[in-house]
């Protein structure tokens, strides 16, 4: 017989073992998946998960896609650990791009060392901006921060698209929906000859040692877990939740922003439509996959790039459609957030009596 | 200048015809959130609805076993949001991200046979009185029946919450699971079964967009219809039958933007299609900032998991 108990607290052990588990059964169902529309099962999965990062320019690529989801999942998890939904990343990333790319377009054909900081600057104060409207509405007028937050990743689209189309597109560009190439000076360094990894990753890394240090270190961490756990209790020990909403969307905002940045002055190197290949919503899985733990951040986003790239190699190898890698992602938060229960309740086996 | 009055009717229609699987996905989007569950799934299951829809209309040739195994499927596909938020009582925010991500991943895997395959004609009712009367008959008639269907569906809708017992007790579990369940309603079980009917509406809007309204299947098709959906419940406040004005007003918006091109106009395209967006995050700041406003309209335990101890 099986009889479900519930735990007198969640257990530790199974907290960090859930991603583990979530990501086994993932690979299992997506097998089972890629064995009922016709395709070899571990085939598949090779060409998913191995063949693309098998070489050093496939590592390469991992680490360049593992890079903004690691940054925007860093944080949101600022967000999510003091009960704030912010789902609207994407926006703030757009944003961010926005506001960074028009600085970089004003210093366009020229050089210097001072160009670059200022481009990065810019591209975290557009992030810091647009999460700040859904703070404040969220603090002063109370209205929903999911649903403002997710609107206004449309507007952000809409605002880039009228951007490169119109007023920003490039005068040389035959009508193309893109801005002029930055100049050298507004590009983030390449790290390697010949591959596309860039120093943006740093950025993710400083991310993760900050985040780590305020989460554990400070007394705003402590803040911050204590109004995740319960919003009462964190009144009733006088915190001021509204001056800790607008920091966490503005921490996160940013983190956003600086996404948005590596991406144009990393691999793209101008504005165009398609900046992002939603790294704004599939870093709402990183974060939950990792735990909202800085460390286990990295690892999920390695984990979530990888079905990035596997998307694409399978899609080339096995004519497999990209939006594939999307079924692994759904996939994994599904998992994830089952597994969970174990978190709760503890399942008894009870042996019937001989 | 003379205006042709038919033409006049025919954009109207048009309109209406682009507010169809906003109507659909919003009233059943509606129904879950009146129960206090907050499903962000929707653009997941219109896609399922509509690569469903269009495959199952090819292999059988059928209209009706498409139709409804678009709904059914939407009914499957939401079912692992219930049962991961209710049974395993997971978060609703994150579980419906992760329906809509899987949704659209798993609709182009099953649709990679369909692509560029045409669609079937879909039968239209009352073609012959589209002529009789001026401007009225390009409007009301010469429709398939799920155009008819969404039109009446928020009436339907108001009605049943307010005036039938069920709809009542669909209201007491979104408001108030607690009492609701100490009176000795199973609210899991009612927030099952408003989560599934949202799945099938969700479903039948992604079907009447791949069978009737584009006859064909394209990848992410729905292209945030369903996101829109979702702004729409919360611009009407939830309440069904401005669920119908909201509807109107982003289909129109979606209309004028081909005409204004055609014609020349220079307000950028891009404003427009945001203005939808802006205006629901206007409209959900004046109601919320009311606490009274908010408290007689939104679901008082929208999003928030209900789980009674044994």
């Known amino acids: ?354 | 200048m003379i205006i042709d009055i038919n033409f006049i009717g025919l954009i109207i229609a048009s309109i209406m015809a682009s507010a169809v699987p906003l109507i659909l996905a919003s009233c059943g989007e509606l129904i879950t959130e009146r129960s206090g569950v907050l499903n962000l799934g929707v653009e997941g299951m219109m896609i399922i609805g509509a690569i469903s829809g269009f495959a199952l209309m090819t292999v059988t040739g059928s209209l009706i076993i498409a139709i409804f195994g678009a709904m059914l499927a939407g009914v499957l596909i939401s079912t692992i949001f219930a049962f991961l938020t209710q049974t395993l009582i997971t978060n609703h925010v994150a579980t419906g991200l992760a329906l809509t991500i899987f949704g659209i991943g798993i609709s182009a895997m099953i649709g990679k046979n369909f692509v560029g395959i045409p669609g079937k004609e879909f039968p239209v009712l009352f073609e012959n009185l589209k002529d009789t009367i001026p401007l009225i008959g390009p409007i009301l008639f010469g429709h398939s029946i799920v155009f008819y269907f969404a039109f009446t569906l928020p009436f339907i809708t108001s009605y049943f919450l307010k005036k039938t017992k069920i709809g009542l007790i669909v209201r007491a579990v979104g408001d108030s699971p607690e009492s609701a369940s100490n009176q000795g309603i199973n609210v899991r079980l009612v927030r099952y079964l408003c989560i599934l009917y949202g799945g099938a509406m969700s479903g039948l809007a992604g079907a009447y967009l791949s069978m009737i309204y584009t006859p064909q299947w394209i990848e992410n098709m729905t292209g945030g219809r369903g996101w829109i959906a979702l702004a729409l419940v919360v611009f009407s406040t939830w309440n069904p039958i401005k669920i119908l004005i909201g509807a109107m007003i982003f289909g129109g918006l979606t209309i004028i933007q081909f005409h204004m091109q055609a014609i020349g106009v220079r307000i950028p395209v891009q404003f427009l299609t945001a203005l939808p967006y802006i205006v629901t995050i206007i409209v959900l700041v004046v109601i919320s900032r009311d606490s009274r406003k908010i408290r007689l309209s939104t679901p008082s335990s929208l999003g928030k998991s209900f789980h009674k101890d044994n």
């Not at chain 1, 006088?238 to 001056?243: A, C, H, L, Q």
Request: proline share 4%; net charge positive.
């Open chain 1, 1 to 354: 017989m099986i009889k479900i108990v519930k735990r007198d607290q969640p257990s530790r052990a199974i907290f960090f073992f859930t991603p583990v588990l979530a990501i086994f059964l993932t690979l299992v169902a997506g097998g089972l998946i890629f064995f009922i529309l016709g395709f070899k099962p571990f085939e598949a999965l090779k060409f998913f998960f191995i063949v693309p990062i098998a070489d050093k320019y496939g590592f390469s690529e991992l680490l360049l896609k593992a890079t903004p989801l690691c940054l925007i999942a860093i944080g949101l998890s600022f967000c999510f650990k003091s009960n704030n939904w912010n789902i609207g990343a994407e926006g703030q990333l757009t944003f961010g791009a926005i506001v960074s790319g028009g600085v970089a377009l004003l210093f366009y054909e020229q050089e210097g060392f001072y160009i670059l900081p200022i481009v990065i600057l810019a591209g975290a104060i557009g992030g810091m901006l647009y999460a700040s409207i859904p703070a404040i509405l969220k603090t002063y007028f109370n209205t929903n921060e999911i649903l403002v937050s997710l609107m206004l990743v449309y507007v952000s689209k809409l605002i880039l698209d009228y951007l490169v189309v119109g007023p920003w597109s490039n005068p040389e560009g035959f009508n193309f929906p893109e801005t002029r190439q930055f100049s050298d000076s507004a590009k983030l360094p390449l790290l390697f000859e010949g591959l596309r990894i860039h120093a943006g990753i740093f950025l993710a890394l400083a991310a993760v040692i900050v985040s780590w240090f305020v989460f554990y270190k400070t007394y705003l961490g402590f803040q911050m877990k204590v109004s995740g756990f319960s919003l009462k209790t964190a009144k009733y020990a006088g915190y001021k939740g509204k001056k800790m909403i607008i920091l966490v969307f503005l921490i996160s905002g940013a983190c956003a922003g600086l996404a948005g940045v590596g991406e144009i002055t990393g691999p793209i190197g101008q504005l165009h439509r398609e900046i992002s290949p939603d790294y704004g919503f599939t870093a709402i899985i990183v974060a939950f996959l990792g735990r909202l733990h800085p460390v286990g951040i990295i690892f999920a986003s390695l984990v979530v790039a990888i079905t990035y790239l596997g998307a694409e190699t399978a899609q080339i190898f096995m004519q497999i459609p990209k939006y594939t890698g999307q079924v692994f992602q759904g996939m994994i938060l599904f998992f994830l957030l089952a597994s969970d229960y174990l978190l709760f309740f503890k399942i008894k086996f009870i042996g019937s009596k001989k």
